[in-house]
T-cell receptor, first 116, second 117 residues
């Protein structure tokens, strides 16, 4: 069975600090996809990134960066120079392989609080 | 495009009452999903559909039924609501599988907050 673990329940940082959100996953599949979603206080789920299991290149998008390491089954998310608007709950998710219904298994989320 | 919309946004039910949550998407997506979000548990899949007229059970299907009579709509029904069904319900949709077997991203609606007294 697939499993996603986000061990950090809550993180508090001061604005402009860098912060890394951890995500560890378990799967027996060789082909899979990993996702990060953001849930701001307004409650909607916002897609941030999708990464497939064959692409281990790190990705950077503005202040956001993602580090995917198959050797440790991790897909960590770093926010550089955090801002108050980054305050949200962040979810890591793992999809089933192609040929299925692309169902997502979510972690329990990490609540990030950025203060001035 | 409105994306994924959900009706209603909030609802309070008494134990034993029934209701239907409506999800609509205007992106011509094949796949649709219903999740529930509970504190400390992330999102869990209730039911899903890989096309018009098809439905299947997810991780926590008990107490819920679904229907996908039209491609753009996915209905979630509670026949006899229980306090354990107090939750935030999210609908999502995606293209599903691309020609190359690429899994598409799921896009979520704004959620429905349901309280069962």
């Amino acid at each position: 069975a697939q499993k996603v673990t986000q061990a950090q329940t809550e993180i508090s940082v001061v604005e402009k600090e860098d912060v890394t959100l951890d995500c560890v996953y378990e799967t027996r599949d060789t082909t899979y996809y990993l996702f990060w979603y953001k849930q701001p206080p307004s409650g909607e789920l916002v897609f941030l990134i999708r990464r497939n299991s064959f692409d281990e290149q790190n990705e950077i998008s503005g202040r956001y960066s993602w580090n995917f390491q198959k050797s440790t089954s991790s897909f960590n998310f770093t926010i550089t120079a955090s801002q108050v608007v980054d305050s949200a709950v962040y979810f890591c998710a793992l999809s089933e392989p192609p040929g299925t219904a692309s169902k997502l298994t979510f972690g329990t989320g990490t609540r990030l609080q950025v203060t001035l | 495009n409105a994306g994924v919309t959900q009706t209603p946004k909030f609802r309070v039910l008494k134990t034993g009452q029934s209701m239907t949550l409506l999800c609509a998407q205007d992106m011509n997506h094949e796949y649709m999903y219903w999740y529930r979000q509970d504190p400390g548990m992330g999102l869990r899949l209730i039911h899903y559909s890989v096309g018009e007229g098809t439905t299947a059970k997810g991780e926590v299907p008990d107490g819920y039924n679904v229907s996908r009579l039209k491609k753009q709509n996915f209905l979630l029904g509670l026949e006899s609501a229980a306090p354990s069904q107090t939750s935030v319900y999210f609908c999502a949709s995606s293209y599903g599988m691309g020609l190359a077997g690429v899994i598409d991203t799921q896009y979520f609606g704004p959620g429905t907050r349901l309280t069962v007294l």
